[in-house]
C-alpha cells in the first residue's frame, strides 16, 4: 500500500505521515529533507542557491537515509530548499529514488508537495493537509522555540506565505491536491483527531 501525503510547510504532514508508517509498519520518506539536503550541500560548498548544476550534481549523490535531520530542519534551510526545488533538474534527479522509495514491496508513507501528483499517481491513498497560514506559523514557531531556534511569529508567518507561493506557483510539479486526495483541514485540529481522520481515509480507500 503506498501513501502520499501533501500539503505546504507546517500543516502537519510530517507528523501525520510518521504516524501512518508507525501504524502500518510501513517505511516512510520524507521528501522535504531531499531538498533540503540539495539546499545543504550547496550552502557547505558555498555555491549560490540558483546554480543549477552544482544543485543536480548534489541531488546525484544524495542517498535516502544519511540525512543530518537536526539541521536540515531549521528555518533558513526550508526557504534554501523552495529555491533549488523550483528547478526542473533538480527534481527530476530526485525522482527515480523517490518512485523506488514508495515501489517496494509491502508500500511506503510518502510525504511532500507533489507525491499525489507526480512521484506516486497509482497511490493507494492520497491525503492533501492543510491549514490557515496563521496556524502553520503558531506551530512552527513553537517547534522552532523548542528547538532552541529564535521564533518571531511574524517573520515567520511571513515566511510560510512566500514560501507557499513559490511552492505553488513554480511550473513543475507544484504544490497542489491531486484529483483523488482527500483535503484534511488541520486548522482545528489537535493531532490526535487529524490522525484518526486520516486514518479513517486510508481505511475507506482500502475497501
Ligand atoms: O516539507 P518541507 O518544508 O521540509 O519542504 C522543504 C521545501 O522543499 C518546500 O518548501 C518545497 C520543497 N519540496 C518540494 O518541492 N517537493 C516535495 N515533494 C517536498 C518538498
Request: proline share 3%; glycine share 8%.
Amino acid at each position: 500500500m503506498i501513501i502520499a501525503i501533501d500539503g505546504p510547510a507546517a500543516s502537519g504532514k510530517g507528523t501525520l505521515a510518521r504516524r501512518l508508517a508507525a501504524h502500518y509498519g510501513l517505511p516512510h520518506l520524507d521528501t522535504g529533507l531531499l531538498y533540503r539536503a540539495v539546499a545543504a550541500s550547496l550552502i557547505a560548498a558555498d555555491r549560490d542557491l540558483h546554480d543549477v548544476d552544482a544543485a543536480v550534481a548534489a541531488a546525484r549523490g544524495l542517498g535516502l537515509t544519511e540525512f543530518d535531520e537536526e539541521s536540515l530542519r531549521g528555518r533558513q534551510m526550508g526557504e534554501a530548499a523552495s529555491i533549488v526545488a523550483a528547478m526542473p533538474e533538480v527534481r527530476a534527479a530526485l525522482i527515480e529514488a523517490q518512485r523506488n522509495f514508495a515501489r517496494r514491496p509491502g508500500g511506503a508513507v510518502l510525504d511532500g508537495r507533489d507525491i499525489g501528483t507526480v512521484i506516486c499517481p497509482e497511490a493507494d491513498a492520497k491525503i492533501f493537509v492543510t491549514a490557515s497560514a496563521e496556524t502553520r506559523a503558531q506551530r512552527r514557531a513553537l517547534e522552532l522555540a523548542g528547538r532552541g531556534e529564535k521564533a518571531d511569529y511574524a517573520a515567520i508567518l511571513a515566511e510560510i506565505v512566500k514560501r507557499d507561493a513559490r511552492d505553488s506557483e513554480r511550473a513543475d510539479a507544484p504544490l497542489k491536491a491531486a484529483p483523488d486526495a482527500v483535503r484534511l483541514d488541520t486548522t482545528k485540529m489537535s493531532v490526535e483527531a487529524a490522525f484518526a481522520e486520516s486514518l479513517r481515509v486510508v481505511e475507506a480507500r482500502r475497501r
